[in-house]
């Protein structure tokens, strides 16, 4: 204040609008929309993903908002407009893959591989882990969508079956007890090791076969979702 009495006029002009500054700065930040501010941001194409406490930072909040903060980033992430990666890195969510068609290969440990149509070599192979596989078998003509996995190679899951291509399987005739009663049934196993199912017949006694026998059986019903 010593400094500025030189200029008293000039100086209460100057200090009054300059407090005028400060109260209109903090009305602006009580009225602020902090999910489209949070959200405009992580949208730039500069943005790096990165954790909660480091985009507080990035953002410029004071320590008082972040309470808001918090229930805006709550928000954006409940209403999907945001995307939280398992370590924590705040980003857009990523656009569903377009379905594409191919031919699954299956795995003996039930994961399996699609090609897809139009591709010769291995290298265009989508890895589909065992629980996406939707009970699809060696051979199949699938749906599927894939996208870049943790090692940079294409990973997938089946969305749909589109065709069965393998019809009938050579295996050996084997008595297997099931369900709650624990039923003697006979069961086909596969001679084809890309092939994980048992194979359940009803008329092996009909045609004269017994267990050990190596048998060709017809398939009458595949695999669904969940068998």
């Known amino acids: 204040w010593g400094r500025l009495m030189t200029a008293p006029g000039k100086a209460m002009f100057s ?16 009225k602020m929309d902090y999910g489209k501010y949070i959200l405009n941001f992580v949208s730039r194409e500069s943005y790096t993903p990165v954790d909660a406490d ?4 990035k953002l410029g909040f004071s320590e008082s908002e972040r309470g808001i903060y918090k229930k805006a980033l709550g928000a ?9 990666s398992k ?18 290969m299956a795995a003996a440990k039930g994961f399996g591989f699609v090609r897809p149509q ?8 989508v890895f589909i882990p065992a629980k996406y596989t939707r009970g699809a078998i060696d051979g199949d003509t699938v749906s599927y969508t894939a996208r870049p996995g943790a090692d940079g190679r294409a990973e997938g899951k089946i969305i749909d079956i589109i ?8 295996g050996t005739l084997c008595e297997a007890r099931v369900g709650r009663g624990e039923k003697v049934r006979f069961v086909v196993e596969p001679e084809r090791r890309a092939f994980p ?27 669904d979702l969940t068998h």
């Open 15 to 30: 200090d009054n609008r300059h407090i005028r500054s400060n109260l209109n700065i903090k009305r602006k930040k009580r």
């Open 54 to 57: 480091t985009l507080f930072e």
């Open 76 to 84: 954006l992430s409940s209403s999907g407009k945001i995307s939280i």
């Open 87 to 104: 370590h924590g890195k705040i980003g857009l969510p990523e656009e569903e893959p377009e379905d594409a068609v191919g031919t699954f």
């Open 118 to 125: 139009g591709a010769t070599t291995p290298e265009n192979d």
């Open 163 to 170: 065709e069965h291509t393998i019809t009938h399987i050579v």
């Open 197 to 223: 199912f048992l194979i359940y017949v009803d008329n092996a006694a009909d045609v004269g076969s017994r267990s050990g026998d190596k048998v060709e059986a017809y398939i009458t019903a595949y695999p």
